[in-house]
């Protein structure tokens, strides 16, 4: 099972930027095999979607709430997929996790879909 361990939440005023960090480790691990979803949870709020990343072709999905805001990237190397969150709002105030899936395509962005979990990290956004 791979492990993950998200980094580089904090606070930051509206309309700035934050990188996350997502470092996955496991024996033989690769980006290929695996499907990288982003998730976030608000307060009092249910765990959705915000990006997914298939591994095998590429494929990126974005939510629409962060679309042209938010975008992926990753680091084969190191193992690390980055969330790059811009013009930041204060409803993007939640715990972001990410999540990984053997040999998924990414078709939706659903945390059902996803086995392994980080411990997530916070993002507040003060107005």
């Known amino acids: 099972e791979v492990q993950l361990v998200e980094s580089g939440g904090g606070l930051v005023q509206a309309g700035g930027s934050l990188r996350l960090s997502c470092a996955a480790s496991?024996?033989?691990?690769?980006?290929?095999?695996?499907?990288i979803g982003w998730f976030r949870q608000g307060p009092g709020k249910e765990r959705v979607g915000v990006s997914c990343?298939?591994?095998?072709?590429?494929?990126?999905l974005y939510a629409d709430s962060v679309k042209g805001r938010f975008t992926i990237s990753r680091d084969k190397a190191k193992n690390t997929m980055y969330l790059h969150m811009n013009s930041l709002k204060p409803e993007d105030t939640a715990v972001y996790y990410c999540?990984?899936?053997?040999?998924?395509?990414?078709?939706?962005?659903?945390?059902?879909?996803?086995?392994?979990w980080g411990q997530g990290t916070q993002v507040t956004v003060s107005s």
């Open positions: 496991a024996s033989g691990f690769t980006f290929d095999d695996y499907a």
């Open positions: 999540a990984a899936d053997w040999l998924r395509n990414c078709v939706r962005i659903d945390p059902t879909d996803f086995e392994s």
């Open positions: 990343f298939s591994g095998n072709d590429g494929t990126v």
